[in-house]
């Protein structure tokens, strides 16, 4: 049973920062693309990060780009989503994925996506 797990979560001031995790189990995580997804209150869920199965590419939005960091520790079975200089406008609940298939580059559509955490709330006070 494939597991993916978010921590890391909680309360910042503006200006901040979290470094999100995302631990999985049940998957050969060394073979799949990963990435991060946020959902606002209110809004549609959006992309925010994504990184190749091998690491060697990463991706962004433009609205967490220079701000956030994806990085993956294969031995650990572990994504991790760095982000500094927190603002208001990141506050959402953060999901983690796996991708459907192995050998994947970056993905950043949900329907990529196979496999979801069940989130952990970012909340960013002004």
């Known amino acids: 049973q494939v597991q993916l797990v978010e921590s890391g979560g909680g309360l910042v001031q503006a200006g901040g920062s979290l470094r999100l995790s995302c631990a999985t189990s049940?998957?050969?995580?060394?073979?799949?693309?990963m990435g991060w997804f946020r959902q606002a209150p209110g809004k549609e869920r959006e992309f925010v990060a994504a990184?190749?199965?091998?690491?060697?590419?990463?991706y962004y939005a433009d609205s967490v780009k220079g701000r956030f960091t994806i990085s993956r520790d294969n031995a650990k079975k572990t994504v991790h989503l760095q982000m500094n200089t927190l603002k208001p406008e990141d506050t959402a609940v953060y999901y983690c994925?796996?991708?459907?298939?192995?050998?994947?580059?970056?993905?950043?559509?949900?329907?990529?996506?196979?496999?979801w955490g069940q989130g952990t709330q970012v909340t960013v006070s002004s």
């Open positions: 994925a796996a991708d459907r298939k192995f050998f994947g580059n970056v993905r950043l559509h949900e329907d990529e996506y196979g496999y």
């Open positions: 049940g998957l050969s995580f060394s073979y799949y693309a």
């Open positions: 990184v190749s199965w091998s690491g060697g590419n990463t």
